[in-house]
């Protein structure tokens, strides 16, 4: 027998305790209260004494955005990697707090060497020594996840190999499980569940942090990078060692070069900064609008310069897909954002996007008609997405449209990016640079393939209604048939309807009265304007007596209408 979902939250006690003093020590009290961790035993005594996050983010010269990333970074790796995860999700949180949030570290100590060995040993069976020519037990880098060492393989091939950091998954799973306790209390007592579906969002995290556990799915993503990017000579993506691959460890090619991150940008003339610039945009945008994947994470410490000057991608850990029916929207929703069309931009996000049945549409529509003013006479070169990325979503979020999660790490991606170029030269624009794509794109999504293919996407919508009507028609007319009623009125205020009745057949006997005298006369004058007056029955003046007749006729029901009250 399931225990009640309030013992299942008890085993938690302790941590939500230690969740709830670090929130309140950072001035979040008000997310204590809102997620309803303040409703458990000893949580309500240590938010006491506590200021509001504007106070305290006053008082320490800080916005609400530093303290939530303060605080995720004291809660531990895990809350690290949620805050990560909540930096591509411009449909929850604005702005400001998505910039704090994108800065997160995920920064902690190394696990020593004789772990590393175990782990490889444990997954590839057979010792590091008898796997590698040469293995540096130093790591490159370590996360929260793994670390990387560099190794050489017995065929003198360069590689880095990736250990996942054993007990990471067990760790990750009982704070998952914790994160799931803590939508289950939102969703319960905070007053925005009706807003935000607590535990759905907190489902999408959790799948992306368990994807990110599975090297296996990290291999495939850089393999299908890899063939994607064949055609562009620019760029280059690491081969795959799969027979030193597993779940728990990864074995790539190891790129020669230097990372972004290392400012080597200083060193590239003009010319080789906006080539690279060019070649980085395309490696990236290509593939998401034609394959609909796509490097989801391609910040200066992920991108090389390599020897020969091409650019070459690192971390694949971070992989966005787009289906084919959702790059079509959103390209169409690129395409209506350039031609200036507010129409096709509404209709856009409403098939993109999850829009709630009580939006307000007409203003929906007048603020992307102000955003898209703001931008129209601007010229791709000087178009910021930086600035216009935000504020696309801002409205969004103001009109509470949630935007899926995918679509939220394409918008992080393009801001990722730009700030990547503008660190290779600070004047170049990613729509300058995409010029070109975009210019394929738009002949693609005008071609009558395309065409066709969106027809085909709304035929789930209309289409199998459509094919099921018959039958539909054909069970009410079964209804008929058996004597049964098909509808079931109910007349609650008799008097107002008889009225509203009345109103209705007088306006309707006006209006067809009106529609006929006007038929007649526009048939008279059209006869005399072909035949002339040469023709008996119209030397009659018809035309001027139908007119007085309906002046008359009007006026007399018009009189007794108005005498009646009913119009």
């Known amino acids: 027998m399931r225990r009640p979902a309030r013992y299942e939250h008890l085993r938690h006690l302790r941590r939500y305790r230690e969740i709830a003093t670090i929130l309140a020590r950072h001035g979040l009290n008000v997310v204590v209260e809102q997620v309803g961790l303040a409703r458990w035993p000893g949580v309500r005594g240590r938010l006491s004494g506590t200021k509001r996050p504007e106070e305290e983010a006053r008082a320490r010269g800080r916005n609400l955005g ?120 939102a969703e319960r007592y905070s007053p925005l569940a009706d807003v935000y579906p607590f535990r759905e969002i907190a489902g999408e995290i959790a799948a992306t942090l368990r994807a990110e556990l599975d090297f296996v799915r990290e291999a495939r993503n850089a393999e299908r990078l890899r063939r994607l990017a064949k055609g562009n000579p620019a760029v280059y993506i690491p081969r795959v060692y799969w027979e030193y691959t597993t779940p728990r460890v990864l074995t790539l090619e190891r790129l020669e070069g230097k990372k972004l991150s290392e400012d080597v940008a200083a060193s590239l003339s003009p010319a080789q900064a906006r080539r690279m610039a060019q070649a980085l945009v395309m490696a990236v945008l290509e593939p998401m609008f034609t394959e609909g994947v796509f490097h989801a994470d391609p910040h200066p410490g992920n991108v090389m310069v390599l020897e020969d000057g091409r650019i070459g991608l690192l971390d694949f850990g971070v992989v966005g897909h787009l289906d084919a029916p959702t790059r079509r929207r959103l390209t169409g929703l690129v395409i209506a954002l350039l031609r200036g069309d507010t129409d096709g931009l509404v209709r856009s996000v409403v098939a993109l996007a999850g829009v709630p049945p009580d939006v307000d549409r007409r203003r929906l529509r007048r603020d992307l008609e102000i955003l898209r003013d703001r931008y129209y006479d601007v010229p791709l070169a000087e178009i910021d997405l930086a600035d216009v990325i935000p504020h696309f979503f801002e409205v969004l979020r103001r009109h509470r449209v949630r935007v899926p999660a995918e679509l939220g790490l394409v918008g992080k991606t393009l801001l990722t990016l730009q700030g990547v170029t503008s660190r290779l030269d600070p004047g170049l624009s ?138």
């Open 66 to 185: 530093v303290h939530l990333r303060l605080a995720l970074e004291e809660l531990g790796p895990t809350f690290v990697k949620l805050g990560q995860v909540l930096s591509t999700r411009p449909d929850l949180l604005p702005p400001d707090v998505l910039r704090e949030l994108s800065r997160l570290q995920d920064r902690v100590p190394p696990f020593p060497y004789e772990l590393v060995a175990a782990q490889i040993e444990g997954e590839l069976g057979r010792p590091v020594e008898r796997l590698f020519a040469r293995f540096d037990p130093e790591p490159l880098a370590a996360a929260s996840i793994g670390q990387v060492h560099a190794a050489e393989l017995p065929g003198g091939q360069p590689v880095v190999v990736k250990v996942q950091r054993p007990g990471v998954r067990r760790t990750i799973e009982a704070d998952l499980d914790i994160l799931m306790g803590l939508a289950d209390l």
């Open 430 to 567: 990613i729509l300058d640079l995409a010029r070109p794509l975009g210019r394929r794109l738009l002949r693609r999504y005008l071609s009558p393939r395309e065409a066709s293919r969106r027809l085909l996407d709304r035929w789930e919508d209309y289409g199998e209604p459509l094919l099921d009507l018959p039958v539909q028609l054909h069970r009410l007319l079964l209804e008929a048939r058996a004597g049964r009623p098909l509808f079931k009125v109910e007349v609650v205020e008799r008097d107002e309807l008889h009225q509203g009745l009345s109103r209705l057949v007088n306006r309707l006997a006006f209006s067809v009265l009106l529609l006929s005298f006007t038929i007649m006369m526009a048939a008279l004058v059209v006869a005399g304007a072909l035949l002339g007056r040469s023709e008996p029955v119209l030397r009659f003046p018809f035309i001027e007596i139908g007119v007085a007749v309906l002046a008359v006729a009007t006026s007399a029901l018009l009189w007794a209408i108005a005498r009646s009250g009913r119009l």
